[in-house]
C-alpha cells in the first residue's frame, strides 16, 4: 500500500495508493481499519486521492443504529451493500443491493441493524446523471465472454462499465489485455491469474492494458468495474 500525506484542494488528506497507473492488491490480512467521525462507524480505504472533491474507494462498516448527518455528494457515490441493510429516505437496501448516486444528490443515511458497504465515492462522470438501484440477488445473469461464466450488468457510462461475474468452479478466461483498466472486488470464493491468488475480500487494481488469464478453481462472484483508468484519471 502506498501512502503518502499531501496537501490539496480540501486541506491535508492521507493519500493512499493515488498512482492510478500502477497495480494494487489489497487482502483482507492487509486491511487497516480507521474511525469515521460517526458513531458506530468506521472504514478501511483502498485508495484515496485528493482533486476537486476527495476520489475515495473503502468498504464502510456500521454498527447497529448508526447515523449520518445530512450530506450533499458533490461527486456522486456508488455502493455496494454487502451485509447487513443500508437505509435513507429512498428506502431500504439489503445486501445484495447496488445503488447510485449522482453529482448533487443528497441523503441522510443510517442502519437500524448494521451494515457493511463497498463504495466509491466523487468518481462520477458530469453526464451520467441516472439515480438507480439494483438488486443483485434477485437479477438475472446473463452468459458471459466463457463457459461456466454468467454476468449481470450494473452501469454503464462514458467513462466506466461495472459488472457483476458469476463463475462456476474451473471457468477461465484466454489471455487478454485491459484496455482502460481493470478494478476487482471479491465478493464471494477465489479467482486465480499468474500473478496470485485471490479470496474473497481481496480489492485489485490492474491499470490500463494489464494482461493476464484469469481462472477460478473453485467458483466465485466478483464486482468488476473497467474502462476507468485509461489515459489520464480525472478524481
Given at each position: 500500500?502506498?501512502?503518502?500525506?499531501?496537501?490539496?484542494?480540501c486541506?491535508?488528506?492521507?493519500?493512499?495508493?493515488?498512482d492510478f497507473s500502477?497495480?494494487?492488491?489489497?487482502?483482507?490480512?492487509?486491511?487497516?481499519?480507521?474511525?469515521?467521525?460517526?458513531?458506530?462507524?468506521?472504514?478501511?480505504?483502498?485508495?484515496?486521492?485528493?482533486?476537486e472533491?476527495?476520489?475515495?474507494?473503502?468498504?464502510v462498516?456500521?454498527?447497529?443504529?448508526s447515523?449520518?448527518?445530512?450530506?450533499?455528494?458533490?461527486?456522486?457515490?456508488?455502493?455496494?451493500?454487502?451485509?447487513?441493510?443500508?437505509?435513507d429516505?429512498s428506502?431500504?437496501y439489503?445486501?445484495g443491493?447496488?445503488?447510485?448516486?449522482?453529482?448533487?444528490?443528497?441523503?441522510?443515511?443510517?442502519?437500524?441493524?448494521?451494515?457493511?458497504?463497498?463504495?466509491?465515492?466523487?468518481?462520477?462522470?458530469?453526464?451520467?446523471?441516472?439515480?438507480f438501484?439494483?438488486?443483485?440477488?434477485?437479477?438475472g445473469?446473463?452468459e458471459?465472454?466463457?463457459?461456466?461464466?454468467?454476468?449481470?450488468?450494473?452501469?454503464?457510462?462514458?467513462?466506466?462499465?461495472v459488472?457483476?461475474?458469476?463463475?462456476?468452479?474451473?471457468a477461465?478466461?484466454?489471455?487478454?489485455?485491459?484496455?482502460?483498466g481493470?478494478?476487482?472486488?471479491?465478493?464471494e470464493?477465489?479467482?486465480?491469474?499468474?500473478?496470485?491468488?485471490y479470496p474473497?475480500?481481496?480489492?485489485?487494481?490492474?491499470?490500463?492494458?494489464?494482461?493476464?488469464?484469469?481462472?477460478?478453481?473453485?467458483?466465485?462472484?466478483?464486482?468488476?468495474?473497467?474502462?476507468?483508468?485509461?489515459?489520464?484519471?480525472s478524481h
Amino acid at each position: 500500500v502506498s501512502a503518502v500525506a499531501k496537501p490539496g484542494a480540501c486541506g491535508v488528506i492521507m493519500e493512499i495508493n493515488a498512482d492510478f497507473s500502477k497495480r494494487v492488491v489489497v487482502r483482507p490480512e492487509d486491511y487497516n481499519w480507521t474511525a469515521l467521525p460517526v458513531p458506530g462507524a468506521e472504514w478501511m480505504i483502498f485508495d484515496q486521492a485528493d482533486g476537486e472533491e476527495i476520489h475515495a474507494t473503502s468498504i464502510v462498516r456500521c454498527q447497529p443504529g448508526s447515523r449520518f448527518d445530512a450530506h450533499t455528494h458533490g461527486g456522486g457515490e456508488e455502493f455496494l451493500v454487502l451485509e447487513g441493510v443500508f437505509s435513507d429516505e429512498s428506502g431500504d437496501y439489503p445486501a445484495g443491493s447496488y445503488v447510485r448516486n449522482p453529482i448533487g444528490t443528497s441523503h441522510a443515511p443510517h442502519s437500524d441493524q448494521g451494515c457493511t458497504l463497498f463504495i466509491k465515492l466523487h468518481q462520477f462522470a458530469a453526464d451520467d446523471t441516472e439515480q438507480f438501484s439494483v438488486d443483485a440477488r434477485n437479477a438475472g445473469f446473463i452468459e458471459g465472454p466463457a463457459e461456466g461464466l454468467t454476468v449481470l450488468p450494473l452501469h454503464s457510462a462514458s467513462n466506466e462499465n461495472v459488472i457483476l461475474e458469476r463463475w462456476e468452479p474451473g471457468a477461465r478466461l484466454v489471455l487478454h489485455d485491459h484496455w482502460g483498466g481493470e478494478e476487482v472486488f471479491m465478493l464471494e470464493g477465489t479467482l486465480q491469474d499468474e500473478h496470485g491468488v485471490y479470496p474473497a475480500g481481496t480489492w485489485i487494481r490492474n491499470p490500463h492494458m494489464w494482461r493476464h488469464a484469469p481462472f477460478s478453481p473453485e467458483g466465485c462472484l466478483v464486482y468488476v468495474k473497467t474502462g476507468h483508468l485509461g489515459g489520464e484519471v480525472s478524481h
